[in-house]
């Protein structure tokens, strides 16, 4: 997804004089979330929701996931430390410019 986006974001600053069709982009958009195959009208909210998350996927810097994560206790502890260790804990398998960005 990220390198269709790469180009799909090239084609329209460089060719200002014709129109751009994305086709590709598209396509590959329609691969990460079926709703997005086909013509019919999607919610921009929803689209934005799967393009942020397949980029952050496809720039994701952790290549080698953590599964089973130990559950993060509360108690005894203030909220500032169980959100910094729940912080934590998303970091050691998100880590991309995207989360670096909105996060």
């Known amino acids: 997804v990220a390198g269709a986006f790469f180009q799909a974001i090239s084609e329209m600053n460089h060719t200002a004089s014709y129109p751009v069709q994305p086709r590709t982009f598209k396509q590959i958009v329609g691969e990460c979330n079926p709703a997005f195959q086909g013509y019919s009208q999607q919610d921009s909210h929803d689209f934005m929701r799967t393009l942020l998350d397949a980029l952050h996927e496809d720039l ?4 080698k996931r953590t599964d089973n994560l130990p559950e993060i206790v ?3 502890k203030t909220d500032e430390e169980v959100a910094s260790e729940a912080w934590n804990q998303y970091k050691t398998n998100n880590d991309s410019i995207l989360v670096d960005t909105f996060a």
């Not at 994701?60 to 290549?63: K, Q």
């Open 60 to 63: 994701n810097r952790v290549t």
């Open 74 to 76: 509360s108690k005894g």
